[in-house]
């Protein structure tokens, strides 16, 4: 058994099903990510099997919790993204030929050296580091998703912030015609995002650009997209074209739609209900059971400082 990257594997099928998983849990030691019962390999040859096909290589994934990664099947089959639709399971369908080549990111606001990139460029000249994260929707459900991407902190030490800058703003595509969703007159549009520059600034904030070593399809906010693993879900704005550094707190998609709902902090709390619905449990996609929600999702230890003295109630 040898530890690998998730990017070096590329068949989905060589993971085990969460069902599987479990089986296997109790005899692997904890890891981020193992490769099991290898096929072929000298240490742990195949044993022959009557009339049936050899068992493929399987690979386990955990996040540092212990918990398996999600498929790679559910995560591209179970989505929000309103600007296609509301459906969970119709964004894969209803993106399949959105185009995400040719994509270029304006990073500009209070910067002493704005700059328009092409995401190929950033591809190349960001180191792509693998990240483990739980994804908590605000919906109560969860995923764990092994990325790929770069911290936004060096981007951001790229373009040279003000002293002025005190929050980061980001914006997704308007294209209704790709986009039917963007029609809907129920939201402002384009969606936006934003986070406090301390926040932007954390090592846990990733700007993504794949999924199990694979670049990111539309569904999942192709071809570069924010993730924040101790905020709910929509805070990880996707499919972005422009981020700036501003002085005053961003207003958000979701806080313009339903501003007694949604804040602007959204850090998990289960604690802190949302109106219409307890935040202190969820489930995870491919789970019966629910389990408990985790104060900042499970990462209290890296962000809680970044909240010192804030009312975690008050701002929600
Ligand atoms: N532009 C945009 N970004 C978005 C959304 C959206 O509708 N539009 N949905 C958000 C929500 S509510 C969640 S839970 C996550 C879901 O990410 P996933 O589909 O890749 O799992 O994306 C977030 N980013
Ligand atoms: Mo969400």
Partial sequence: MRKITPSEITLENHYLSRRQFMKAAGAL??????????????????????????????????????????SLEDIINYNNYYEFTTSKTGVAELSKDFITSSWTVQVGGLVHNPKTYDVDDLLENFQQEERIYRLRCVEAWSMVIPWQG???????????????????????????????????KWYQWPYVEGLRMDEAMHDLTLLATGIYGKQLLPQNGAPIRLVVPWKYGFKSIKS?????????????????????????????????????????????????????????????????????????????
Wanted: some cysteine; proline content about 10%.
């Fill in 240 to 316: 972005i074209v422009k981020i700036d550094l501003v002085e005053e707190q961003p207003t958000s998609l979701w806080m313009a739609a339903a501003p007694n709902e949604y804040g602007f902090y959204a850090n998990v709390n289960p604690e802190v209900n949302h109106p219409r619905w307890s935040q202190a449990s969820e489930r995870r996609i491919g789970e019966n059971k629910r389990r408990e929600t985790l104060l900042f999702n499970g990462y209290a230890e890296e962000v809680a400082s970044l909240y010192t003295g804030m009312d975690l109630r008050e701002n929600y």
């Fill in 150 to 184: 770069f911290p936004l902190a060096s981007l951001l030490r790229e373009v040279e912030p003000m002293g002025s800058a005190k929050y980061v703003r980001f914006e997704t595509l308007y294209d209704p015609e790709q986009m039917p969703g963007q029609s809907s």
């Fill in 29 to 70: 030691t904890a890891g981020s990510l193992w490769l099991a019962a290898c096929k072929g390999s000298e240490t742990t040859p195949t044993p022959p099997l009557e009339g049936g096909t050899p068992p493929p290589e399987i690979a386990i994934i955990t996040d540092e919790l212990g918990d398996p990664a999600n």
